[in-house]
């Protein structure tokens, strides 16, 4: 294989960035995310290979059509999407039609192009070897979906087994720079969000601590430590949320923070975090997985004293059926994709699209909905920049 080189990082998405810390957002950064995402296309390839899809492609199908033809699980349906849209993109398939629940049908376009994630994974690590945890990652998942396709496992209990939970903690880590941009942004929207003066903050989803980490910094950096009356860390894992206080206690021992347990899906607890009285609602990559996310939202909403701000640090998909090389992991999990659909306000589980986003806040008495960075004016200029915060605000 010849070195991956992919095209430049626009010279413009500097300007669409200009609100965001600038150190991130390097040429090797960039390099790095081409690889990654080739990587997963390269992975996709080796798939369709293995599950033998392009003797049923002769004919357009869905993915819906094309395991019943191929007689895989109909839990596999969601991965299998991932997989079809990922090969269409790279021109193994063309898209036509669609079937009768208005899915996307493909057929084989006859293009069979060469595979080379070895190559890739020692390029990548050459570039930057702390991108090694979205790669093993995508070879956990990549290596599970045909026994997934043949229903022999689940994927949640597979892939968030004791036998991997290092692998998680490295990969939602501030150390692993394909993740922890989403760590970056969120901590960007949200300090100009906070009042003046005194404020309080609730974190939705904090896992070990990797965002709380990030906006602590910031605000340390800011000189604004000394205005924060509450930190609520919230995290449904009992181990995480362990983790995350022993390691944010010891970064920044003396602030007034607390760590308890919060279930997005569930009512509000009147012994869990008052209604009403946080200045700023965070969640990294926590809201898409929401059963319910409008009635999660309204939840939300009541948890901030007027004129706060939830800000929903997201993976993002700027165009509708866009693949991103996370969900070839996340897809193959059940927590991922049982979830509450809507035509209009949540057509498909996983990564929504900013104007999905901007709908579901506004829908939920969050207004006005403002994106960081300007999410619409950046996907003219590059298609996998696949972070955002989406911030809407309770009404005074």
Request: net charge negative; hydrophobic share 45%; proline share 9%.
């Amino acid at each position: 294989m010849p070195h991956f080189a992919p095209a430049l990082r626009p010279p413009d998405l500097s300007l669409a960035l200009a609100e965001l810390p600038r150190e991130p957002f390097t040429d090797r950064f960039h390099l790095a995310v081409e690889l990654v995402e080739r990587y997963a296309g390269d992975w996709a390839l080796a798939l369709a290979r293995e599950l033998a899809l392009a003797p049923e492609l002769g004919g357009a199908a869905s993915a819906r059509e094309l395991a019943a033809r191929r007689g895989f699980a109909p839990s596999f349906v969601p991965a299998l999407r991932g997989l079809l849209r990922r090969l269409n993109e790279d021109g193994a398939l063309v898209a036509e039609g669609h079937d009768d629940e208005g899915k996307p049908r493909y057929r084989a376009t006859g293009r069979a192009p060469e595979e080379h994630r070895a190559e890739l994974r020692a390029q990548g690590l050459a570039v930057d070897p702390a991108i090694a945890p979205s790669l093993d990652l995508l070879d956990l998942a990549g290596g599970l979906y045909p026994a997934l396709a043949r229903g022999e496992v689940r994927g949640e209990q597979v892939l968030l087994g004791a036998g991997h939970v290092g692998l998680w903690g490295e990969y939602f880590s501030n150390r692993h720079p394909i993740y922890a941009i989403n760590n970056v942004i969120a901590a960007a929207a949200a300090l100009p969000r906070l009042p003046a003066g005194r404020f309080s903050i609730l974190e939705l989803g904090a896992g070990a601590g990797s965002a709380s980490e990030e906006l602590l910094g910031r605000l340390e950096e800011a000189g604004r430590l000394g205005d924060l009356a509450r930190y609520e860390v919230t995290e449904p894992s009992t181990f995480f949320r362990r983790r995350a206080e022993r390691s944010l206690r010891a970064r920044f021992p003396g602030l007034p923070l607390t760590f308890s347990r919060l279930d997005i899906d569930a009512p509000l607890d009147p012994e869990g975090p008052a209604a009403g009285c946080f200045d700023l609602v965070l969640g990294v990559n926590v809201l898409h997985v929401a059963r319910d996310l409008p009635a999660a939202l309204a939840r939300l909403r009541e948890r901030l004293a007027p004129g706060g701000w939830l800000v929903g640090g997201e993976c993002v998909r700027l165009f509708p059926g866009q693949p991103i090389a996370a969900e070839m992991v996340f897809l193959a999990m059940e927590g991922f994709v049982e979830v509450a659909l809507d035509p209009e306000r949540r057509p498909e589980p996983g990564f929504l699209t900013p104007e999905l986003w901007q709908r579901l806040f506004a829908g939920s008495g969050l207004a006005p909905v403002e994106l960081v960075p300007d999410l619409v004016r950046v996907r003219e200029l590059y298609a996998h920049f696949n972070a955002g915060a989406i911030c809407g605000r309770r009404p005074l």
